[in-house]
C-alpha cells in the first residue's frame, strides 16, 4: 500500500489523512464511514469510502487499533493531506473519544458500530441515491456481496410501510428565468437568450462526474488548437486474422475484437512517432517513455477513460484481456483511481451503434485522440493478378485529433496513415 496512504504518527494515535488517490487529484470526498468513533479496526480494513473526480475507492486503515475522533462529516470536501480520523493503537474499543485540542477538529460524525454490508463503494454511492437500506439486501455476489444489479432489484421492489407513510416531497418550484448571459468576443458582445420554463421540461441537475466532464472539455477547446486528420482503412486481412482465431481465444475466455487490434496498432504507432505520445509544458513539451493508451468506456454515471499500461509491451492477446477488464470493472463501478491515471493517448471507440467517423475532443494532458469510425462492408477496388477488381471489405474510418502547438500536420497524418498500415496488412503478433 506504499504510496496510496498518508497518516502521521503521533504518541498515542495515527492520524489518517486524505490520500493522493490519482496523479491528479488533490482532494477527495468523504462519501461514507464505515467505521465509528470507539469501534476496533483491523490493519487495512476498509474506513470510509472516498470519492474523487476518478472514482470511488474504499480507504483501509493504516494500522491496528481503536477509532477515537472522525475529523471529517460524509459530503464534506478535504483536501490531500489533510487528516480525517484519528486511530489510537493502544486505546480499548468503546473508550471515550478524547476533547477535541486547539489543533485538532472536533468530532464531526459518529455512525453506528455494525459492520456495513460486504459491496462497492459505487454500490453504496448508488444504493445512498436511489434510497435503498443495503442491510435488507440479500447479496447475489461471493460471500454474499452486494452487487449494483441487487441494488437496482430492491428499487422494484414493494416500499416499506414506515417509509410510505412519509409523503413525497414537493417538487421543485420552476426557476426564475435567467438573466442573459453576455459574451464578449473581438466583435462585440453577444448575448444568450433567457431560459423560460415551460410545463414538461425537465431540468437535470449535473452530477458531480458530469460537472467534471464538462469542465474538462470547456478547458481542453480552450487551450488545445485542435485540428482534425481523417483516413480510411480496409480491415480484410485483419479480419482475416481475427476469424482465424477468434474460435480458440473464446476457449481461453478472451473475446478477439477489432478494437483490441487497432489498440495494438496505435501503441506500435506511438513508439514510432513519439511527438504524439506527449504533454506541454508551460515552455517545453515532454515525449514520454510509457506508453499508456486509455479507452472510453459508456457507463451509467458518464464517460471514463480506463487506462492499459505499457501497452506498446502486449500482445493481441495481452490487449484483449486488458480491455476486457478494464471495461467490465468501469461499467461495475471497481475501478480505482490508479486505473483511470497515466494514459499518454486515448481511443474512442463508437461501439455497435456507432457512425461513420467524428472528431473527438483531446483529453488533457494528452496532445491527441484517436476516434474510431463504425466498421461497413462496403465495395473497395483492390488489385489482383494486375488487374483492378471490386471486392467486398470491412471498411473503418478513424479522425486523429491532435494539439498543433506540438504535432503538425506531417507527424500527425504520417501517425495515423501507419496506424492504418498495419490494420490493412494484419501485421500483428498474436
Excluded at 95 to 124: E, F, I, K, N, Q
Excluded at 146 to 161: E, L, N, Q, S, Y
Excluded at 179 to 198: I, M, N
Excluded at 382 to 405: F, K, N
Aim: proline share 8%; net charge negative.
Amino acid at each position: 500500500m506504499a504510496g496510496f496512504l498518508g497518516y502521521g504518527a503521533a504518541p498515542m494515535a495515527t492520524k489518517v489523512t486524505m490520500p493522493q488517490l490519482g496523479e491528479s487529484v488533490v482532494e477527495g470526498t468523504i462519501g461514507k464511514w464505515l467505521v465509528s468513533v470507539g469501534q476496533s479496526v483491523a490493519k487495512d480494513e476498509p474506513i470510509v469510502e472516498i470519492l474523487t473526480d476518478k472514482a470511488d475507492s474504499e480507504l483501509p486503515a493504516p494500522v491496528a487499533g481503536v477509532v477515537t475522533q472522525l475529523l471529517a462529516a460524509e459530503d464534506d470536501i478535504i483536501a490531500v493531506g489533510d487528516p480525517i480520523c484519528e486511530i489510537d493503537e493502544n486505546a480499548q474499543a468503546g473508550a471515550t473519544p478524547p476533547a477535541a485540542s486547539a489543533d485538532a477538529p472536533a468530532v464531526m460524525h459518529t455512525g453506528d458500530a455494525g459492520s456495513p454490508p460486504l459491496t462497492s463503494p459505487s454500490v453504496r454511492k448508488l444504493a445512498r441515491e436511489k434510497d435503498v437500506d443495503l442491510a435488507g439486501i440479500q447479496g447475489s455476489g461471493d460471500s454474499g456481496r452486494i452487487m449494483r444489479d441487487d441494488v437496482m432489484a430492491a428499487i422494484g421492489a414493494p416500499t416499506a410501510p414506515e417509509r410510505m407513510a412519509t409523503p413525497p416531497p414537493p417538487p421543485p418550484a420552476p426557476r426564475p428565468a435567467q438573466p442573459p448571459a453576455r459574451v464578449t468576443g473581438p466583435s462585440g458582445a453577444f448575448r444568450l437568450p433567457p431560459y423560460v420554463p415551460k410545463e414538461g421540461d425537465e431540468l437535470v441537475p449535473f452530477t458531480r462526474r458530469r460537472r467534471i466532464i464538462a469542465d474538462h472539455m470547456v478547458y481542453s477547446k480552450q487551450t488545445a488548437p485542435d485540428v482534425v486528420t481523417f483516413a480510411e482503412c480496409d480491415l480484410h486481412r485483419t479480419a482475416v486474422l481475427r476469424d482465424q482465431h477468434k474460435g480458440h481465444f473464446k476457449k481461453e475466455g478472451v473475446n478477439l475484437t477489432y478494437l483490441a487490434f487497432a489498440i495494438a496498432a496505435t501503441a506500435r504507432a506511438l513508439r514510432e512517432f513519439p511527438e504524439i505520445n506527449s504533454r506541454v509544458l508551460d515552455d517545453a513539451f515532454v515525449k514520454l517513455a510509457e506508453v499508456n493508451v486509455g479507452i472510453a468506456v459508456d457507463t451509467d454515471e458518464g464517460l471514463v477513460v480506463p487506462v492499459i499500461r505499457n501497452t506498446d509491451d502486449l500482445t493481441i492477446r495481452g490487449v484483449a484481456r486488458a480491455v476486457a477488464d478494464v471495461a467490465e470493472r468501469a461499467r461495475s463501478g471497481n475501478l480505482t483511481p490508479n486505473d483511470l491515471a497515466g494514459k499518454t493517448f486515448a481511443i474512442s471507440n463508437p461501439g455497435r451503434r456507432g457512425n461513420l467517423v467524428g472528431g473527438a475532443i483531446i483529453s488533457q494532458p494528452n496532445v491527441a485522440i484517436l476516434r474510431l469510425g463504425t466498421i461497413k462492408k462496403r465495395v473497395v477496388v483492390i488489385e489482383h493478378e494486375g488487374e483492378d477488381v471490386m471486392a467486398i471489405h470491412p471498411v473503418m474510418h478513424m479522425a486523429l485529433t491532435y494539439d498543433h502547438r506540438v504535432v503538425d500536420g506531417v507527424h500527425a497524418n504520417g501517425f495515423l496513415y501507419r496506424i492504418a498500415e498495419i490494420l490493412e496488412y494484419g501485421d500483428f503478433e498474436l
